[in-house]
């Protein structure tokens, strides 16, 4: 049983690597085998599939590949958010903050998708803010396009917000960094969870 399993998860976690044009590195059996891998399939809100991350623990720190695509050009807020929840939206709730940070400090902020004029884009990057265990906790998570950029909250004190008078970032920018509507959305689920179970 164990043995069909192992064959299963190499297969789904190989086609996501071919899919997503991530490579074959993501799919070793290493790291099928220590349960240390994951993926997210991405949705709009619509409902159509339009991209994929993949997780994978290694070393202390979490190497992150995700691709999209049928996107907006431009810059793109993405973070990892604390609940596994897309549907319907926008049940995924705030960004993954254990930490109880501000915005540029979550663990869930992560680089911004650079999307390119025929809608795709491509993105890898390893963190040490958070760990599988942050990503599995009883809520889950989830990985999120927004439809903006993200300015991390870096709002420098010369700047005026609004009629308030008040330099500095606002509330809205210390929680989210004005990345703006979630257009995209994706559960992290485990893969090849190895020995777990019977």
């Not at 799919?27 to 599939?49: F, M, P, Y």
């Not at 049940?91 to 254990?98: R, T, V, Y």
């Amino acid at each position: 049983m164990r043995s069909i399993r192992a064959v299963i998860a190499v297969a789904v976690v190989a086609s996501v690597a071919l899919a997503t044009g991530i490579g074959a590195a993501l799919a070793t059996g290493d790291d099928e085998r220590s349960g240390k891998l994951a993926t997210a399939v991405i949705h709009n809100t619509a409902g159509d599939r339009v991209g994929v991350a993949v997780f994978k623990e290694r070393d202390g720190k979490v190497i992150v590949s995700a691709r999209v695509w049928r996107q907006v050009p431009g810059f793109h807020g993405a973070h990892v958010h604390e609940v596994g929840q897309c549907e319907p939206p926008p049940l995924a709730g705030g960004h993954l903050n254990p930490g109880g940070a501000t915005h540029g400090e979550h663990a869930g902020d992560v680089p911004s998708l650079l999307v390119n004029e025929d809608g795709t884009a491509q993105l890898q990057f390893a963190t040490d803010r958070f760990g599988f265990s942050d990503l599995f906790d009883a809520n889950g998570s989830a990985f999120i396009v927004h439809g903006d950029r993200d300015n991390y909250a870096h709002i420098p004190d010369r700047y005026i917000h609004g009629m308030t008078g008040v330099p500095g970032p606002d509330a809205v920018t210390l929680a989210t960094g004005d990345a703006g509507a979630r257009v995209a959305c994706g559960v992290i689920e485990l893969v090849g969870r190895g020995d777990d179970d019977d």
